[in-house]
T-cell receptor, first 113, second 113 residues
């Protein structure tokens, strides 16, 4: 196991297109988080899953955003009808049961043109 | 709203000197604080954490100090090395069930040869 994996690393898309990102957490971690990071800022919480259940969503997560974790393992984050303001780094993180700290992936950098 | 913020956006130090990065937080109910290091193109990497019932914690070359009276955190890096050049964030862990992180905007540390 090499940590949290995210795919793709970079995505350039035209405004109005849909995009989907994938996150593979550390296998024994039951919690999975999505954060968004814009240039020069710290990451901001979007949503999290405990196993397959999505338990909390930030107000940042508009209805164009949807996240899934169907089998409690990998997760996908989809953005529909992308806007230029969606350009950011999307970070995934996972934590083990009992919470012993986050492990972040390297992120997916989205550029909407 | 509640936030975690940093005093200085950039810090330059000579190789071998000690570095001190400061952070102010506003949520007095926070019980857990974490420092992260983020290199270009990578996700945040855990450095050290501290619980609110402590005022100091030491790791390898790093020390975190917590002053709850003035809601201030600092990260001290001893004998700073070129590999320490990165953006450093303090983050506050929510006490709710989500255990989400609230990050500050970061300090860019540059180590000069």
């Amino acid at each position: 196991d090499t940590g949290v994996s995210q795919d793709p690393r970079h995505k350039i898309t035209k405004r109005g297109q849909n995009v989907t990102f994938r996150c593979d957490p550390i296998s024994e971690h039951n919690r999975l988080y999505w954060y968004r990071q814009t240039l020069g800022q710290g990451p901001e919480f979007l949503t999290y899953f405990q196993n397959e259940a999505q338990l909390e969503k930030s107000r940042l997560l508009s209805d164009r955003f949807s996240a899934e974790r169907p089998k409690g393992s990998f997760s996908t984050l989809e953005i529909q009808r992308t806007e230029q303001g969606d350009s950011a780094m999307y970070l995934c993180a996972s934590t083990p049961p009992g919470f012993h700290g986050y492990t972040f992936g390297s992120g997916t950098r989205l550029t909407v043109v | 709203g509640e936030s975690v913020g940093l005093h200085l956006p950039t810090l330059s130090v000579q190789e071998g000197d000690n570095s001190i990065i400061n952070c102010a937080y506003s949520n007095s109910a926070s019980d857990y604080f974490i420092w992260y290091k983020q290199e270009s193109g990578k996700g945040p990497q855990f450095i050290i954490d501290i619980r609110s019932n402590m005022d100091k914690r030491q790791g390898q070359r790093v020390t975190v100090l917590l002053n709850k009276t003035v809601k201030h955190l600092s990260l001290q890096i001893a004998a700073t090395q070129p590999g320490d050049s990165a953006v450093y964030f303090c983050a506050e862990l929510s006490s709710g069930s989500a255990r989400q992180l609230t990050f500050g905007s970061g300090t860019q540390l540059t180590v000069l040869p």
